[in-house]
């Protein structure tokens, strides 16, 4: 009973206790999945495929600045890497409400 009791006090604890923040390229790579169009259709997205991708998102998690700015050619995964990892960090990982402004 003692021993049952001891058990079900773990489990809630662990359960109140805040999980740490994993970094964005951590996230990136659990969570992201690619599209279903395109060489890498379905799969995870992984740093291996463009190895820039993951100083950028390392330099997301340093939270030393406040903007960031991509540019780059057509097809290089901008939209991905400035705006929906971002996007979907925030909101799912750190649990903000997010607000998204795009121009007409």
């Not at 021993?3 to 390229?25: A, H, I, M, N």
């Not at 599209?35 to 997301?60: C, K, N, Q, Y």
């Not at 903007?67 to 960090?89: A, D, E």
């Amino acid at each position: 009973m003692k021993k049952t009791l001891s058990r079900r006090g773990d489990v809630l604890f662990e359960s109140v206790l805040p999980q740490p923040l994993r970094s964005f390229r951590e996230f990136a790579e659990q969570e992201i999945i690619l599209p279903p169009d395109g060489p890498r259709a379905g799969l995870h997205f992984s740093i291996d495929f463009m190895p820039w991708t993951g100083l950028v998102l390392d330099e997301f998690s340093r939270n030393i600045y406040r903007r960031f700015f991509g540019s780059g050619p057509v097809q290089s995964g901008k939209t991905l890497l400035f705006f929906i990892i971002p996007l979907m960090y925030h909101l799912f990982e750190i649990g903000e409400t997010v607000i998204i402004g795009v121009p007409k």
